[in-house]
């Protein structure tokens, strides 16, 4: 037994049956879970019922960012604030001012995904307690876990075992936070 | 291949015309295991360094050791020790920095082009081809950053304040192209090292599981404490599709913004608008060139027939017939728009191209480019590794002869012949060029021996057990058919 338990993790051989046994999890009402896997498995979102990230909506940020600081990046410094004229070219024109703001809006777009991912994931984490459990390295291998934590109102130590051990899952134990 | 419909009860009307179950190509030859797919990549950077690694990897310092030193020589003395005399004032400085550019583009159409597409066939080659980006990158960014002369004023190119209070000239494709290529290079390494995160936590896992915390450690920083939760691969697959997303423009406007340097001008063989197409196709057709010179023999001295297949082989010699008769189109309506266009100047520099001093140089690039891929309409030619090999190193060399071809030919023999020249190379400049295939060696040896050479998640992804329906409606089917 646990001194701070976390929660309850089980293990899963196939993505098949990980998959079966998260619709269940989910249909039992828990909230606070996870399942651990080597890979994103695919339809597993919508068996978990996670809905669709929201990564895209800080990306689209970052790309708008992006490209007004071009623009006005090229406006203020070859318009307003030191004019030279080159070739009798106009001293700002959205045409020429487009390529670089255009590159702009992805390099921003990129560190906006990027970073929206991170924040959104709370990562770096490098001390979860899901790290701690003793098999856990074959989850970026070749095994499947649901973590189901003490947090989730229906936890129960009994009833939640039973319910993963129902599903399929081998080697319910209990995570020390 | 287990025939679904076999088993169902069809429709009478339709029993005539059942339509043909063609079986997907296998991704991962031999149905290995998900455990061998991470004992295999992983082991490679675990493994002790093998003695070949340590040959190459000297071979490769020495032959860098040459662009160290042509490039000290140049900041020690001038600008004036390349070959450049007006009227060629560009010359291999440029033509290497659009062949080093052009070569990293393959990396950015398999991981973001090949991933919108939906090919799943991308897995085995694209965190390799990645990687060859962004080292080609590097060895790109020489020449131009040394060519400006006062390198220690290489700063001057990014708008940072400076006390003559002047700003960059946004007027210019030059300045453009800073952009390009900067944003280039940092998109790509961001995207190379996201895609890895999930795998540098597989390695910090098993370095863990063998208690060596030293490099655990080192390989779990830069995986930020990934454990693989589904919530957090929610999040993840959906970034990655972004930057895929919007790699895709970017990989296409690089290049386009690269052709403008030569197509904003007016000379005569540059100022035509074919260029931005053409260029990237011809980037992409040297890129696939340089993926199988690099992956090819990876695969013999790694064993990887399983995961890098004869299937995934085929694709990318077909990418390069595809894109390599593009450019021999590009080529031919060059020519038929110099004439179509009836001016004499663009006239000229088209037949000087091909019968005037520089006709060698013409001569090796049509036949790399436009004869060397009709090769790979054969089954039995792409079925040849050794052939493959060979026939990607003539891709390699044709490109670059082809940056040659337009750069130099164009420059030489322009409008008024009194102000014609012939540019020929110093030995400084050949030795910089030569030593930064030594650069992109040790990059890419160093690459090898310590980063999950393929993308292990993502393999795993693709494996037929990967599917959570597999074997569950029809036992012992693939469930992907």
């Known amino acids: 037994m646990a001194e ?27 909230m606070k879970w996870d399942c651990i896997t080597p890979f994103p498995v695919h339809g597993l979102d919508k068996a978990m019922g996670v809905r669709r990230s929201k990564v895209p909506r800080i990306s689209l940020i970052g790309g708008i960012t992006g490209f007004c600081t071009g623009m006005s990046m090229i406006w203020f410094m070859d318009k307003f604030d030191y004019p030279i004229t080159v070739g009798g070219k106009p001293f700002f024109s959205p045409l020429f001012a487009f390529p670089v703001s255009y590159e702009l809006t992805i390099l921003f777009t990129a560190f906006a995904t990027i970073g929206g991912m991170f924040l959104l994931n709370g990562l770096p984490m490098h001390d979860h307690p899901v790290l701690n459990y003793e098999n856990i390295r074959r989850g970026t291998d070749d095994l499947f876990f649901i973590v189901i934590e003490k947090a989730d109102p229906r936890y129960d130590l009994a009833n939640t075992k039973a319910l993963l051990e129902k599903l399929g899952g081998t080697e319910v134990k209990e995570l020390e936070s | ?161 400076n006390s003559n209070y002047i700003w960059q000239n946004y007027r210019s494709p030059l300045e453009w192209d800073v952009f390009a290529v900067s944003t280039y290079g940092t998109v790509s390494v961001l995207f190379w090292y996201v895609g890895m995160i999930p795998d540098l936590a597989t390695m910090r896992d098993r370095f863990n599981a063998v208690g060596k915390t030293i490099r655990a450690r080192i390989y779990g920083l830069f995986a930020m404490g990934w454990r693989g939760s589904s919530r957090h691969w929610s999040n993840y697959e959906m970034a990655y599709l972004i930057l895929a997303g919007i790699s895709t423009p970017l990989v296409l406007s690089v290049h386009t913004i690269v052709s403008f340097d030569f197509a904003v001008s007016l000379l005569p063989g540059w100022h035509t608008t074919i260029f931005p197409p053409y260029f990237v196709a011809g980037a992409i057709f040297s890129g696939f060139g340089m993926v199988l010179t690099l992956i090819l023999p990876l695969r013999a001295i790694y064993h990887l027939e399983d995961l890098i297949t004869q299937y995934h082989i085929d694709c990318m010699c077909k990418v390069i017939l595809a894109t390599g008769t593009m450019v021999g189109y590009a080529y031919a309506m060059e020519f038929f728009i110099a004439w179509y266009g009836a001016n004499p100047y663009e006239g000229f520099t088209f037949i000087n191209r091909a019968f005037g001093p520089y006709w060698w140089a013409y001569f090796i690039m049509v036949t790399c480019n436009v004869i060397t891929p009709q090769f790979f309409w054969f089954k039995s030619v792409r079925a040849n590794t050794a052939l493959v090999f060979i026939l990607s190193l003539f891709v390699n060399v044709g490109m670059w002869f082809e940056r040659f071809v337009i750069i130099a030919t164009s420059l030489a023999r322009d409008f008024l012949p009194s102000s014609w020249g012939y540019y020929s190379p110093s030995i400084v400049e050949i030795f910089t060029f030569f030593g930064t295939f030594g650069v992109f060696s040790v990059l890419f040896l160093l690459f090898i021996r310590f980063l999950p050479i393929m993308a292990v998640a993502e393999l795993k992804a693709v494996t037929p057990q990967a599917d959570p329906h597999a074997g569950h409606e029809t036992p012992g089917g693939h469930g992907h058919g």
């Open chain 1, 4 to 30: 701070k338990p976390y929660g309850l993790i089980a293990t899963f051989d196939t993505p098949g049956a990980l998959m079966r046994a998260a619709e269940k999890v989910r249909e039992a009402g828990y």
């Open chain 2, 1 to 161: 291949m287990a025939n679904a419909l076999e088993n169902n009860d069809v429709p009478a009307v339709l029993d005539e015309v059942r339509p043909a179950v063609k079986p997907r190509a296998e991704l991962v030859g031999h149905g290995r295991s998900f455990s061998w797919i991470t004992e295999k990549i992983c082991g490679i950077a675990e493994e002790k360094t093998p003695v070949w690694w340590w040959w190459c990897f000297i071979t490769a310092c020495i032959v860098a050791s040459f662009t160290v030193a042509g490039i000290t020589y140049l900041v020690a003395t001038g600008v004036g020790v390349w070959g450049h005399r007006s009227p060629v004032n560009w010359a291999w400085d440029i033509v290497n920095f659009v062949f080093w550019i052009g070569i990293g583009h393959a990396g950015t159409l398999i991981s973001a082009i090949l991933c919108l597409l939906r090919q799943k066939w991308r897995t085995s080659i694209n965190r390799s081809a990645e990687a060859m980006t962004i080292f080609a990158v590097v060895c790109a960014g020489i020449f131009p950053v040394f060519h400006i002369g006062r390198v220690w004023y290489a700063w001057f190119l990014f708008p940072l304040p």
